[in-house]
C-alpha cells in the first residue's frame, strides 16, 4: 500500500469529519492501494489548528490555505472552508496539481462551482464532492430497484431536507447568513443536496417553479468564530438569504416532483429523505433510519403495502461496516465511504462517487429555482 500525503483546509466540523475519515478508512476499506497520511491543516483559528495536530496527528498547521498547496508533500486536499472560499481555493488547488476532495455546494453560485469543475478537468486532477446521502446503502439499493425496473415508471417523487439548526431566533449571525460567504442560504446549504439525490434517483431535473422565504430576519452577530448551532451574541444583524426553499420539478423523463429545505423547521432534526412512486410500486427513505427502505412492489396496484426491507452486507458499501442487516450504519460512516472513493478515483484515474461535474449540476437547478423565486414562473434548469 502506496502513502499519499493528505492536507485539510478549514477545521471546523466538517473537516474535523473529513480528517477523521482519513484516518479510519483503512480499517474499514483495507483493500486500498493508498493509505492517507495527514501532512498539513490549515484554518485561520490557533485553537483550531492546535487541536487537530493534536487528536488527528498533522505533521504540520498553518493559518493560510496557500501554504497547503504549496506543500511538496500534500497530493490531495479537503476543502472544507465556508462558501465563499470554495472557489478561489478549489481552482487554486488544481492548478497545483492537487487532488480535491471539497464540500458541496463548490462556491456561491453556479459559475463558481463551473469554475473548479473546468480547473479541475483542464488539471487533469480526481475530485469527489460531499453529496454524502448517495452513500447510504438503502438509496442505493432504492437506485438498483428503480433502475431495474421494480417500480415500473417512476410517476412522481418527493424529496426533503428539513432540520432545526437555525430555528432558534437567537441563533447566531455566522456566516450562512450572508451573501458575501454564503451565497445562498438554505439552497444552497440543502437545497443542493436534495437536487443532487433527486437526480441521482429519478434522472435530470428539467424545468422548475419555486418559492423562498426568510423567516428570521435578524440574528445576534457573534463575537467570534462560531458553530452551525450557536445561540447568543451581540447587536442584531441582518439575515441576508432564505431560510426555507421549495419548487415543483418536471423530470427530463417525464416524472414529476417537489423539492423542499429549510433550515429553521421546528421540531425536525434532520428530516432529510424521499418517496419515490412509480406505475407499480414506491419506495420511501428517511436518512434518521438509514439503514430501512421502505419498499412496495407487485402487480395489484392497489392497497399495496410498504414493507421495511432492513438493508445488509451486499448493499453498497454496508458490509465494510456491519456483518448483518438491522445494525446502524451513522452519518461519519458515509463520509469514510467518501473518503474511499475518492482514494479509488485517485488509484484508476477515474471517477467514483459524485464528481465536481455533479456539483455544476446540482447548482444549476438551485440556480433556477433562485431565478423562478424572482420571475414567478417556470425556469428551465442548465444542463
Known amino acids: 500500500m502506496s502513502a499519499i500525503g493528505i492536507g485539510v483546509i478549514g477545521l471546523g466540523w466538517m473537516g474535523r469529519v473529513h480528517s477523521q475519515s482519513y484516518l479510519r478508512v483503512g480499517h ?34 498553518t493559518g493560510g490555505w496557500a501554504e497547503v498547496l504549496a506543500d511538496p508533500e500534500v497530493a490531495a486536499v479537503s476543502i472544507t472552508t465556508p462558501t465563499d472560499l470554495h472557489a478561489e481555493v478549489g481552482v487554486a488547488a488544481a492548478r497545483a496539481g492537487k487532488h480535491i476532495w471539497i464540500e458541496k455546494p463548490v462556491g456561491r453560485d453556479a459559475a463558481e462551482a463551473a469554475a473548479v469543475a473546468g480547473a479541475a ?13 448517495r452513500n447510504a446503502p438503502a438509496v442505493i ?43 445562498l442560504g438554505v439552497l444552497g446549504d440543502l437545497m443542493s443536496h436534495a437536487a443532487d439525490l433527486a437526480r441521482h434517483l429519478v434522472g435530470p431535473l428539467a424545468a422548475v417553479v419555486a418559492d423562498q422565504a426568510t423567516f428570521i430576519p435578524e440574528r445576534p452577530t457573534p463575537s467570534g468564530a462560531t458553530s452551525h448551532y450557536a445561540v447568543g451574541g451581540g447587536a442584531l444583524g441582518p439575515v441576508e438569504n ?18 423542499e429545505a ?58 465494510a461496516f456491519q456483518p448483518g442487516a438491522g445494525i446502524a450504519m451513522g452519518y461519519d460512516d458515509l463520509k469514510v465511504i467518501e473518503a474511499a472513493t475518492f482514494l479509488r478515483s485517485i488509484v484508476d484515474g477515474a471517477p467514483h462517487g459524485p464528481t465536481l461535474d455533479d456539483a455544476v449540476h446540482a447548482a444549476n437547478a438551485v440556480a433556477a429555482m433562485a431565478e423562478s423565486f424572482r420571475t414567478g414562473g417556470w425556469v428551465p434548469v442548465a444542463g
Open 141 to 183: 439499493r432504492a437506485r438498483e430497484l428503480i433502475a431495474t425496473g421494480h417500480l415500473g415508471a417512476v410517476t412522481h417523487a418527493r424529496f426533503r431536507f428539513l432540520g432545526d439548526y437555525a430555528a432558534h431566533p437567537m441563533g447566531a449571525l455566522s456566516w450562512r447568513f450572508t451573501r458575501a460567504r454564503s451565497g
Open 28 to 61: 474499514h476499506f483495507p483493500d486500498l492501494a493508498l493509505a492517507p497520511r495527514l501532512v498539513t491543516a490549515a484554518d485561520p483559528v490557533a485553537a483550531l489548528r492546535d487541536d487537530a495536530a493534536r487528536r488527528y496527528g498533522f505533521a504540520r498547521t
Open 262 to 319: 429549510s433550515r429553521v423547521s421546528v421540531a425536525d432534526q434532520n428530516n432529510y429523505g424521499f418517496e419515490i412512486h412509480g406505475t407499480t410500486g414506491a419506495v420511501a427513505w428517511d436518512f434518521r433510519r438509514m439503514g430501512e427502505l421502505r419498499v412496495s412492489t407487485g402487480d395489484g396496484y392497489q392497497n399495496l403495502a410498504l414493507a421495511a426491507e432492513h438493508i445488509g452486507p451486499g448493499v453498497g458499501e454496508y458490509a
Open 242 to 259: 432564505e431560510d426555507w426553499a421549495a419548487c415543483l420539478v418536471r423530470f427530463a423523463g417525464g416524472a414529476r416532483g417537489s423539492l
Open 121 to 133: 478537468a483542464e488539471a487533469g486532477v480526481r475530485s469527489t464532492v460531499g453529496f454524502n446521502y
